[in-house]
């Protein structure tokens, strides 16, 4: 149960709305590219652990030419790992993937997610969660991005902004700074909210050196303020 960030809801909602109003002008939302297909988008996601996203997207194009999904699947796990190795930890993608894939064909009888659309947003997030590699922010990005659920996945540039604005507090496990965004912003600007914040956390709100000066939401900010001299420290 979260208690600590709905403290004063009712505010922190309205400034959570007026900064996804911000954000929303400035990025606009735009394709970060990820994959219409669930499936795909499980793999897709399983090649970006620890890597930067022009090798997942060099690799991505590899594995779609072995045959995609059904090819990884068809494949060695030695014959994988070869083709995953440029975007690094090869041996541990390889693996996982090829288990994943393995369970999903176990739980639905075919190499697809599509009877996973009819199930609940909890038994789907736990079931995606259940598969190796595959935690609560990776399962609801595919969720999210490819099945149409009204959930925020949580990625280092959400948590960045989310605490720095003072949405919700530092130090909250993975889990609960889901449950607590997920409180705070509506289901309807969950995705645009999600795109925008990785969109402002790569080019202003930066882990050292944020460009708070140039910070379109930095009015609701209560560390931007303090950097840049609106409130006193």
């Known amino acids: 149960m979260v208690t600590k960030p709905l403290k004063g ?8 709305r007026a900064i996804h109003r911000l954000l929303n002008h400035a990025y ?12 795909e988008e499980l793999v897709f996601i399983s090649l970006s652990r620890q890597t930067h996203q022009a090798n997942v997207r060099r690799t991505w ?3 779609v030419r072995q045959g995609g999904v059904e090819g990884v699947r068809r494949a060695s796990t030695a014959s994988l790992e070869r083709l995953l190795k440029p975007g690094g930890f090869s ?16 739980r639905f009888g075919e190499l697809s997610l599509d ?10 997030e736990a079931f995606l969660c259940s598969l190796p590699g595959i935690g609560i922010k990776s399962a609801k990005c595919i969720m ?6 009204k959930v925020l996945p949580v990625d280092t540039h959400v948590r960045r902004l989310a605490t720095r604005v003072g949405l919700v507090p530092g130090g909250l496990s ?13 289901g309807n600007d969950r995705y645009a909210f999600h795109v ?33 001299g609106l409130v006193s420290t």
């Open 115 to 124: 009877k996973a659309r009819e199930m609940s947003d909890d038994d789907l």
């Open 196 to 228: 925008n914040a990785i969109c402002h956390g790569r080019a202003i709100c930066i882990p050292r050196s944020p460009r708070c000066k140039e910070c379109v939401v930095v009015e609701y900010c209560d560390f931007g303020r303090k950097r840049v």
């Open 61 to 63: 194009e590899a594995l």
């Open 144 to 149: 999210m991005y490819s099945m149409g659920r």
């Open 91 to 106: 041996r541990q993608k390889a693996r996982w993937i090829k288990q994943a894939l393995d369970l999903v064909v176990d």
């Open 9 to 16: 809801l009712g505010r922190t909602r309205k400034k959570a």
């Open 28 to 39: 606009h939302v735009p394709d970060l590219g990820n994959l219409a297909d669930p499936l």
């Open 174 to 186: 993975e889990r609960r700074m889901h449950q607590a965004l997920e409180t705070i912003i509506r």
